[in-house]
């Protein structure tokens, strides 16, 4: 099993700026992609960003490329999402998930998930 422990979310300006982290533990040498998803209310959840975990390519949503970057620190199990320039409609919860053993912005592909993090942007 894998486990997924999500924080940095809070309130900020819109313009403002917060940092993900998302903590990795258990079978950690299974895991291929770590991402991020986001859920506002009403709507389904969407993909936001992933990171291969051995090769460190990245990938992102249309909606986030040029403001949100993420990355992942091997020697800490840590995957990070810095976002950037944030705007109201960047409100959600923030999930942390993972899947083996290719990339996929799909969340159905996913089997592994945090407990999710809230992000609320102030205009």
């Known amino acids: 099993q894998v486990q997924l422990v999500e924080s940095g979310g809070g309130l900020v300006q819109a313009g403002g700026s917060l940092r993900l982290s998302c903590a990795v533990s258990?079978?950690?040498?299974?895991?291929?992609?770590m991402a991020w998803f986001r859920q506002a209310p009403g709507k389904e959840r969407e993909f936001v960003a992933a990171?291969?975990?051995?090769?460190?390519?990245?990938y992102y949503a249309d909606s986030v490329k040029g403001r949100f970057t993420i990355s992942g620190d091997n020697a800490k199990n840590t995957v990070y999402l810095q976002m950037n320039s944030l705007k109201p409609e960047d409100t959600a919860v923030y999930y942390c998930?993972?899947?083996?053993?290719?990339?996929?912005?799909?969340?159905?592909?996913?089997?592994?998930w945090g407990q999710g993090t809230q992000v609320t942007v102030s205009s």
């Open positions: 258990g079978r950690t040498f299974s895991i291929y992609v």
């Open positions: 990171v291969r975990w051995s090769s460190s390519s990245t």
């Open positions: 998930a993972a899947r083996f053993p290719a990339y996929s912005d799909s969340a159905k592909q996913y089997p592994y």
